[in-house]
């Protein structure tokens, strides 16, 4: 028996208003390296949840529903400082009781999605998104009276935190997605995750993290297009994510897909963490290149360690 069509409905993304370039920055590396890298600087914000409440509101509007036909709510973030509220209480008698004030029930609130069930994902780095968008779609196959799931990531750095990482500048942003049955412009076709809890110790085996990057990444893409009995060459475009621009280029060659498929932004964002490929895949469709029954892979791989492969196909709707 066939799956039903499950998909995303609609998605949105929201930047900060600040804008630091290169220049301004603490950097380890020097700029002409991250320039030649794909990184002109940074989105600077100074609250995920307000972020997250404006890619959330625009997903929404993007998808016609209202906050009340929301049946779940996920919130992710890479970051445990993300996923809390400050009080209104600042009684320091009650420390412990301010780790509770969590961001997913405070959205829900400001939001009015009563009728919504909360949920968080957290401990996926920058593929947390992918796996909200998983637990999505299996609640939608398990529970027929779930219609609408809407996934809201959003990541914002510390104020004093270094804004590069592993070669790589960290802007910070939100997106918000809404899984849904019905009025789908993304169809579902398959995913696939590999974790490896070895990699745990981030600072410590960074570049341990970095040999193992390339050959995971080839076998978690290469797992998904078997899954779904398809070749490198049936993918019609590769949405990346705002990670080095010269890695890109190498994962292509080494999983077989003709480099011509890869999808090259006008504009770069950094590495925005949940929102990269969002960000992407929104500036892929304002620029025309999407078309009814288009293929579309989407990777991303996040420190905890996954590496996690997703599989699109666009519909009729993606031209409305």
Request: aromatic share 10%; hydrophobic share 45%.
């Amino acid at each position: 028996m066939n799956a039903p069509d499950i998909g995303i409905r609609h998605f949105a993304t929201a930047l900060p208003e600040q804008f630091q370039p290169l220049e301004a920055l603490s950097t380890t590396s020097n700029f002409k390296t991250l320039r030649e890298f794909g990184f002109d600087g940074t989105w600077i914000g100074d609250d995920a949840g307000w972020l997250g409440r404006i890619a959330a509101e625009r997903a929404l509007l993007n998808a016609a529903l209202e906050a009340q036909e929301v049946d779940v709510l996920f919130w992710i973030s890479a970051l445990s400082g993300n996923h809390q509220c400050p009080s209104s209480n600042a009684d320091e008698g009650s420390t412990v009781l301010h780790e509770f004030c969590y961001r997913g029930s405070w959205l829900q609130e400001q939001l009015n999605m009563d009728r919504a069930t909360v949920c968080g994902i957290a401990q996926q780095g920058c593929a947390g998104m992918f796996s909200a968008l998983r637990q999505a779609r299996a609640l939608l196959l398990a529970e027929p009276d779930i219609s609408n799931v809407l996934c809201v990531g959003s990541d914002v750095f510390p104020p004093e935190a270094e804004r590069e990482v592993l070669y790589n500048l960290i802007s910070d942003a939100a997106c918000a997605c809404v899984l849904s049955r019905e009025d789908i412009q993304y169809r579902w076709l398959g995913f696939y995750q590999i974790s490896k809890g070895y990699y745990w110790d981030v600072p410590a085996k960074q570049s341990e993290i970095i040999a193992a990057y390339f050959p995971t990444a080839v076998l978690a893409i290469r797992k998904v297009l078997a899954q779904q009995g398809l070749q490198p060459t049936d993918i019609d475009l590769v949405i990346p994510t705002g990670v080095n621009r010269s890695s890109w280029p190498i994962l292509m060659r080494l999983c077989g897909i003709p480099e011509s498929r890869l999808f090259e932004p006008v504009k770069r964002f950094g590495h925005t963490v949940a929102a990269d490929s969002f960000l992407m895949l929104e500036q892929a469709k304002q620029q025309g290149r999407l078309r009814p029954g288009m293929k579309l892979l989407l990777f991303a791989y996040g420190f905890g360690s996954s590496w996690s492969a997703l599989l699109l196909e666009t519909t009729h709707l993606i031209e409305s």
